[in-house]
């Protein structure tokens, strides 16, 4: 239900920009936001924006750096990452929250974003 994809190899300073398609739930969208896994460290939360309204919402580490959007006509969120660095290298993980719910029940399957020093 939860497609994401655009991750690869770059080099700090680079960008990439990932896509989520949303199939199946996205009536019930409430926020979408971006998550990231890094080895040996817990996963942690990048960035949100409500499905309607288009409020966004972003951890410190990305502000400024990170741009979260959506296509309500595509059911698409997209992550717009500039100037990347190392520390970013992690899976990215796109995730629902919907309507009905306090938290993110639906995740995608990853994409792996890597940053060469």
């Known amino acids: 239900q939860l497609q994401a994809s655009g991750g690869g190899l770059v080099q700090a300073g680079g960008s990439l920009r990932l896509s989520c398609a949303a199939s199946?739930?996205?009536?019930?969208?409430?926020?979408m936001g971006w998550f990231r896994q890094a080895p040996g460290k817990e996963r942690e939360f990048v960035a949100a924006i409500s499905w309607r309204g288009g409020n966004t919402d972003y951890a410190n580490s990305v502000k400024g750096r990170f741009t979260i959007s959506r296509d309500n006509a595509k059911n698409t969120v997209y992550l717009q990452m500039n100037s990347l660095k190392p520390e970013d290298a992690a899976v990215y993980y796109c995730a629902v929250k919907p309507m009905t719910s306090y938290e993110y029940d639906y995740w995608g399957q990853g994409t792996l974003v890597t940053v060469s020093s």
């Open positions: 199946g739930l996205t009536l019930s969208i409430h926020v």
